[in-house]
């Protein structure tokens, strides 16, 4: 609902990167979204857990991917929040665990790393 607005809104250099409309389907009918999940995941890792990761070990040549990683500038982050911030019903998206926070739960609560 809020993507348009948020693309128009975002620092040129990073709505180039954006695309269309996101579609929602299911993963396993959209093998590049499936990749780019995967690219991304790593690259969060990497971030997130530094040094050897023996779960990301496997596929550290994800790294050599053209452009698979870019830098946005604070200042285009922090202007980009605010144009969101204007977006109508955007608060009910604001609060709470984001979508990997809750999945992380729950596979906690199920016995999982």
Not at 84 to 105: A, N, W
């Amino acid at each position: 609902m809020w993507y348009p607005a948020m693309k128009a809104t975002a620092h040129p250099e990073v709505a180039s990167l954006m695309g269309s409309t996101p579609e929602f389907r299911k993963d396993e009918d959209m093998l590049p979204l499936q990749a780019a999940d995967l690219v991304a995941w790593h690259k969060r890792r990497q971030k997130v857990k530094l040094g050897r990761d023996t779960e990301t070990v496997a596929t550290q040549r994800v790294d050599e991917l053209p452009g698979c990683e870019r830098h946005i500038p604070r200042d285009a982050l922090e202007g980009l929040a605010e144009k969101i911030s204007r977006v109508p019903c955007v608060e009910q998206f604001r609060d709470g665990l984001s979508i990997y926070q809750q999945m992380k739960l729950a596979n906690r609560k199920a016995g999982g790393k």
